[in-house]
């Protein structure tokens, strides 16, 4: 199958690629054409997935083509943005109709779930790889940034951490688990929910927003630097899924959301004066510490003693000591 025939089939015949809100044009022309509402801005972001670094060689297709247009579009979710498009970039080293069937099919179920259109993107030939750039819109400054956090406010999160981390043995291999535990930790693993309904929510209420991809440290601490201020979080606060505490005991559990990544979940802060509504409506926000003055983030225990660990999140360029 040739590179034309292969994006027709497989992905300008998709059903996440037949338009819809704010697409004035779609796959097939030179670019893409996106209407930008009066009063908005277009919030863009892109993301690389390479095989073996992000995601098992060999992995399920299906659970790939979901898993990473989840990923992109977090992100919308943490500028509290509504997604509108996508764009994919796809190098692949052989093409396999069954891998590509499979792999659009999880992208359309995501794409629909998040309601965002395929507009364009580019094929070519080599190690297999994914680069996908989401485009979505948000009302002008209202967009949810990294630097707005103020002493005083509360630090939150928008959902248990650490699953995604704790499921990475099982994707691996190296371990197994029972359904009752396995079944929830890969479930957040390979189909995260963006929180976007959470993001647009708190629009106007949150002084900053992440999506937590790298571990709750090493995220929080690029609040900390945009932001200019200091984090506290308390240890005995994270909220952790039962299947993840009986997988790894109380103390890996914690370590999985405090330097595990792909969790995908929201970490916002937000003035003690939100919360009670925030909670009456509804949305799911824990309220794992506070901001201060100052400056870089602390991990306090129950007794409010500093337990800081050395190392944080993964980084790819990370020079070994
Ligand atoms: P060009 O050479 O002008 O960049 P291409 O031949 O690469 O165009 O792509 C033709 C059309 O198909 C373009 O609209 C492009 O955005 C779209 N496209 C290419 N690859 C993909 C893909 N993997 N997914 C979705 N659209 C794609
Ligand atoms: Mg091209």
């Avoid at 292969?6 to 097939?28: K, N, S, Y």
């Avoid at 996508?86 to 396999?96: I, M």
């Avoid at 890969?186 to 209420?205: D, F, M, N, T, V």
């Avoid at 991809?213 to 609040?223: E, P, V, Y």
């Amino acid at each position: 199958m040739g590179e034309f025939e292969l994006i027709r089939h497989f992905f300008a015949a998709a059903p996440c690629a037949q338009g819809g809100e704010g697409v004035a044009l779609g796959i097939g022309d030179d670019c893409a054409l996106l209407a930008v509402p009066l009063g908005e801005q277009l919030a863009i972001s892109t993301d690389t997935l390479v095989a073996g670094v992000h995601f098992a060689d060999p992995c399920d297709p299906f659970l790939l083509g979901q898993r990473s247009l989840a990923v992109a579009v977090s992100d919308l979710a943490a500028m509290g943005a509504t997604p509108v498009a996508f764009t994919l970039a796809l190098t692949l080293p052989t093409v396999t109709a069954d891998w590509l069937d499979a792999f659009a099919r999880g992208l359309n179920v995501m794409a629909q779930s998040c309601g965002v259109a395929l507009v364009g993107g580019d094929t070519t030939r080599g190690p297999l790889s994914l680069t996908l750039t989401v485009f979505g819109r948000v009302p002008a400054a209202l967009a949810l940034t990294r630097s707005g956090a103020l002493p005083g406010d509360l630090l939150c999160v928008g959902g248990e951490l650490g699953n995604a981390a704790g499921a990475l043995p099982l994707v691996l291999g190296q371990r197994s688990a029972g359904e009752a535990i396995a079944d929830p930790l890969l479930r957040h693993y390979w189909s995260p929910q963006p929180q976007l309904a959470l993001g647009q929510a708190l629009r106007g209420k949150a002084t900053s927003a992440l999506d937590i991809s790298d571990g709750l440290l090493a995220d929080c601490g690029h609040i900390a630097l945009a932001s200019k201020v200091g984090l506290r979080i308390e240890l005995n606060r994270l909220p952790l899924s039962e299947a993840l505490v009986a997988f790894l005991g109380e103390k890996g559990a914690q370590d999985a959301a405090l330097s595990g990544g792909d969790d995908y979940v929201l970490a916002f802060t937000l003035p003690p004066v939100e919360l009670a509504q925030l909670l009456a409506d509804g949305w799911p926000v824990h309220v794992v510490g506070h901001v201060v003055s100052g400056q870089g983030v602390v991990l306090l225990d129950a007794d409010g003693q500093d337990i800081t660990p050395q190392t944080r999140g993964y980084q790819h360029f990370r020079e070994t000591p």
